[in-house]
């Protein structure tokens, strides 16, 4: 168990006296807070905080970072509030300590969007001040230390995040040790097959590949000291995680995984680096694919070295890595390493550093996301790290991540680029946009002012910057058009019902139509909007209420008129959804939903509301405007005729279709259309439109035909 005293001990030399003493008043008020306070692993709590500041004192980060580490966990779990932080500590320690604070005010009560919603305070608390996420990554350090006194599924949990969302960050951020602990100590959790299998196959080639590692160890240094390149060398068995991640990426078993070895030799210049990478290139045979020159073209977290990997006389392959001190340092700490000295300030920093230039971008475009889901879903693909590395006609390197097209390429150089591309032209030949970039590859965008996006796009732009823009923009038109609908529905409305507004212009009619309508409208524009999208529905009364004097004498509607408009209304209101009173209601033809199934609305201009599965492909992939999005839910009352399609693959055998079709009578559903045709040589594909009444009728028919013998697999469609 860590002591207070180890880390003042490992500060004191860094620090100043003065900056000591608001970590031991931060050290006593945490263990007043946590007073009697005990972990799932039986320890006291206190222990918790003080190993995160351990870990973060390691990193050598400031006094600061430090006491707020300290009091990470005092929000959460103790009666203490940010105010008493506040007057103890300042605005600064208490901003830092809420900022790590998951927020406990988040009202949501499901578990995911509630863990979405919280990462997604962390990030936007982390581009205020970075240290935020320096203390949550050494909370998460310790949290997966001890992890193994929780449930499965929490470990799993805490795992499978910290491999999707911390790690990554750790890396974006050239956090290099931080990374790779997070990795490692996650993976166990995430799979643990594949890791107690790597583990057993380290341990049986461990002696044999140290002795080998020493003995090249030894000739390097020998050979370095003949060219008089200063040199530290050591070396070292891959990590499992390192290891797995290779295997997973070039596709190979666990026989087959070869390269165990690495060596690093840190020297003082970058001349010295290239120097010793030609000797060691004249010593051994060395792989053309493991060479990799990162000091002239630094990765986007500008880690640099260069890397390459050599060949032993048994034919095992070893990976080395030649850098300076400063790359080394930078490659251990990256960013945190700049927090040592006090010298910079939080928020300069997040503005300046060329490694956040992602977080910066991602912020400014997820400004407006509010699902926290949506945003966690974005974070997700644009922390995936940018591995291809494509060139300009030029010669610039553009790196984007794998799974990259050539119109993600056109947004990556320039938004204005990317919104007007025309076409692709890749080494030198026309290709598609929807080409996925091989690493290496010249990329030409050529543009035209006439070229906008298509909802298409959406399709095949994988980054979330390419994504963000086509949605922004398209929804941009889609905005301006309801506006244009919007004002000449309100002309046209006004005309019908003989009315015309004299009276009122610019804020008074605005005031008076927030005053009739809704409070939140923001200006006419944003009106005439809402009457677009239909929204807002104009009829004489509303008009009435909005223009009172300018009303003509009302026509009385007759009983009659009434009546038959009561009659004449559309077949399809007979379905009725909650939310949507007075819209008319269709449902998507795309995937006809059924009742009791998950659904979504999205308004259709002057059509009324079409409601879709959420199993929609048009909908999994957003490519349905968001704003146009409404909630709704089926009315369980309305029982009803739905017609749903069903694929079944079976084995080719006589009397399947008339086992298939048997069941369905038996759970009283109607056939309309059946169709047969022969898959393969011995399996049959049967296509099935069934009448249903609900989609627990469905899918009891689902499971009744996968029951039969010969039936491979049943699905929707
Ligand atoms: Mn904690």
Not at 200 to 206: E, G, M, N, Q
Not at 484 to 491: A, F, V
Not at 494 to 499: I, N
Request: net charge positive; hydrophobic share 40%.
């Amino acid at each position: 168990m860590i002591r207070f005293d180890d880390i003042l001990e490992k500060v004191s030399p860094l620090y100043g006296e003065k900056d000591l003493v608001p970590l031991q008043k931060a050290y006593v008020f945490a263990a007043h807070s946590h007073k009697g306070q005990v972990r799932l692993s039986g320890e006291p709590y206190l222990n918790h905080p003080l190993e995160v500041a351990n870990i973060l004192a390691d990193m050598k980060l400031d006094p600061t970072t430090l006491v707020a580490a300290l009091l990470h966990d005092v929000l959460e779990d103790t009666d203490m509030t940010a105010l008493d932080i506040k007057k103890l500590f300042g605005e600064e320690i208490a901003h830092l300590v809420e900022g790590v604070t998951k927020i406990g005010l988040v009202e949501e009560s499901h578990p995911e969007t509630r863990r979405a919603e919280t990462i997604r305070k962390i990030i936007i608390a982390m581009t205020d001040d970075l240290r935020v996420i320096f203390i949550k990554l050494a909370d998460r350090i310790h949290n997966l230390k001890t992890l193994k006194y929780l449930s499965d599924k929490k470990q799993k949990q805490i795992a499978q995040e910290t491999l999707e969302i911390y790690a990554p960050i750790a890396n974006r951020l050239g956090m290099g040790r931080t990374k790779a602990e997070l990795e490692d100590l996650s993976f166990r959790y995430v799979d643990q097959k594949n890791y107690f299998q790597i583990l057993s196959l380290i341990k049986t080639k461990k002696k044999d590949s140290e002795k080998i590692l020493k003995k090249i160890e030894k000739q390097m240094i020998e050979l370095m000291k003949e060219n008089h390149i200063p040199a530290e060398i050591s070396s070292r068995i891959k990590r499992p995680y390192s290891i797995y991640r290779k295997m997973k990426r070039q596709n190979v078993s666990f026989d087959q995984v070869y390269d165990f070895m690495a060596l690093r030799l840190i020297t003082n210049t970058a001349r010295n680096c290239y120097g010793a990478l030609g000797i060691i290139h004249q010593n051994w045979t060395h792989l053309p694919s493991g060479f990799n020159d990162f000091i002239s073209m630094p990765k986007p977290n500008l880690y640099q070295a260069l890397h390459t990997t050599i060949l032993t006389k048994k034919k095992q392959t070893i990976e080395i890595q030649i850098r300076t001190h400063e790359m080394h340092e930078i490659s251990v700490n990256g960013i945190a390493a700049h927090w040592k000295y006090k010298e910079t300030d939080a928020k300069s920093m997040v503005k300046e550093d060329k490694r956040l230039q992602w977080l910066r971008e991602m912020v400014d475009l997820y400004q407006e996301q509010k699902d926290p889901r949506k945003f966690l879903k974005s974070l997700k693909t644009n922390l995936i790290p940018e591995e291809v590395y494509v060139f300009t006609p030029k010669g610039k390197v553009i790196t984007l991540p794998m799974g990259a097209t050539a119109l993600d390429f056109a947004f990556k150089i320039h938004t204005e680029i990317g919104l007007h591309t025309d076409g692709a032209i890749i080494n030198g030949k026309q290709m598609p946009l929807n080409s996925i970039l091989e690493p290496g590859t010249i990329v030409e965008i050529t543009s035209s002012d006439k070229k906008t996006p298509s909802r298409n796009w959406l399709n095949f732009a994988f980054t979330s910057k390419a994504q963000h823009h086509i949605k922004r923009w398209l929804n941009k038109q889609e905005q301006l058009k309801n506006i244009s609908l919007g004002k000449k529905l309100w002309n046209k409305q006004l005309t019908k019902h003989k009315m015309k507004n004299t009276s009122l212009k610019g804020k008074a009619l605005l005031n008076k139509i927030r005053e009739v309508t809704h409070p939140h409208i923001r200006s006419l524009k944003h009106f005439y909007e809402m009457v677009g999208i239909g929204k807002i529905v104009l009829n004489r009364k509303l008009l009435e209420k909005i223009l009172p004097e300018s009303a003509l004498k009302p026509k009385k509607e007759t009983l009659l008129k009434k009546a038959v408009k009561k009659v004449t209304k559309k077949p399809e209101s007979a379905i009725k959804v909650k939310g949507t009173e007075g819209s008319q209601v269709k449902l998507a033809r795309c995937c006809s939903p059924i009742l009791g199934e998950s659904i979504i609305g999205y308004i259709t201009s002057g059509k009324g509301i079409t409601v879709h599965s959420l199993r929609c492909h048009l909908v999994k992939k957003e490519i349905l405007p968001s704003q146009r999005m409404v909630e709704v839910s089926w009315d369980k009352s309305a029982k009803g005729d739905y017609e749903a399609a069903l694929s079944i693959k079976a084995e080719d055998k006589p009397g399947v279709l008339a086992k298939v079709t048997s069941s369905i009578a038996k759970m009283k559903a109607n056939i309309r259309k059946a169709n047969v045709n022969p898959d393969s040589e011995s399996k049959t594909r049967i296509t099935l439109n069934i009448i249903v009444h609900d989609i627990e009728q469905l899918e009891r028919i689902a499971e009744e035909i996968k029951g039969i013998a010969e039936v491979l697999s049943v699905a929707r469609i």
